[in-house]
């Protein structure tokens, strides 16, 4: 099993909707998690943490569910700048060994 | 502040040369990473550096070296490429502390024939 799974998508949505999607992660160790945004040819960009309480930053909203061991993002009133692959991140702190792993990323395509 | 830059921009190689990519950063981060990026296989770590003067392997270091000698520049050499090694080449730099906020440079896209 992948340490962090991911839909690939894509999600294609209208302008305005709201989306969400999933990450799981097999390594109850994991300890920091993290969505990224990356547009199309370029380079991934930290888009927020993700904590147990939820964190929200505008329209868009990360949870973390350790139980069932996976993390969300929502993003409400989607616009077609929201067009991307949105990758999940995993971190885990050891003894010279700090380590962060990147799910696959899942595509969203918002459509006008 | 330039952030993190990556030369090339494009290259293409034939089987069996060698070529060196450049990575450099001014934020005077401690931590520099090389991934690769492949159609299916989201980003795969090469090699990384933890400071100056170290390096470390990754998930996929074969046929790949790096050089740290300054802090501010990470390389990464291709000592004979082959058609598996045709990719989108990141590189990244972040604190010790924070090194779950990487950022990238806007990476090199390599063809090898």
């Known amino acids: 099993r992948k340490e962090v799974e991911q839909d690939p998508g894509p999600f294609n949505v209208p302008e305005g909707a709201t989306v969400a999607f999933n990450c799981t992660y097999s390594?109850?160790?994991?300890?920091?998690f993290f969505w990224y945004r990356q547009d199309c040819r370029k380079e991934p960009k930290l888009l927020m943490s993700?904590?147990?309480s939820g964190n929200e930053d505008g329209r868009f909203t990360a949870q973390l569910n350790r139980a069932s061991q996976y993390i969300s993002l929502l993003i409400r009133d989607s616009k077609l700048s929201d067009s991307a692959t949105y990758l999940c991140?995993?971190?885990?702190?050891?003894?010279?060994?700090?380590?962060?792993?990147f799910g696959k990323g899942t595509r969203l395509h918002i459509l006008p | 502040n330039a952030g993190v830059t990556q030369t090339p921009k494009f290259r293409v190689l034939k089987t069996g040369q060698s070529m060196t990519l450049l990575c450099a950063q001014d934020?005077?981060?401690?931590?520099m990473y090389w991934y690769r990026q492949d159609p299916g296989m989201g980003l795969r770590l090469i090699h990384y550096?933890?400071?100056?003067?170290?390096?470390a392997k990754g998930e996929v270091p074969d046929g790949y070296n790096v050089s740290r000698l300054k802090k501010q520049n990470f390389l990464l050499g291709l000592e004979s490429a082959a058609p598996s090694q045709t990719s989108v080449y990141f590189c990244?730099?972040?604190?010790?502390?924070?090194?779950?906020?990487?950022?990238f440079g806007p990476g090199t896209r390599l063809t090898v024939t």
């Open positions: 934020m005077n981060h401690e931590y």
């Open positions: 993700v904590y147990s």
């Open positions: 991140v995993v971190t885990r702190y050891l003894w010279r060994d700090d380590k962060i792993i």
């Open positions: 390594n109850s160790a994991s300890q920091s």
């Open positions: 990244a730099s972040s604190t010790r502390q924070g090194f779950y906020e990487q950022y």
């Open positions: 550096s933890v400071g100056e003067g170290t390096t």
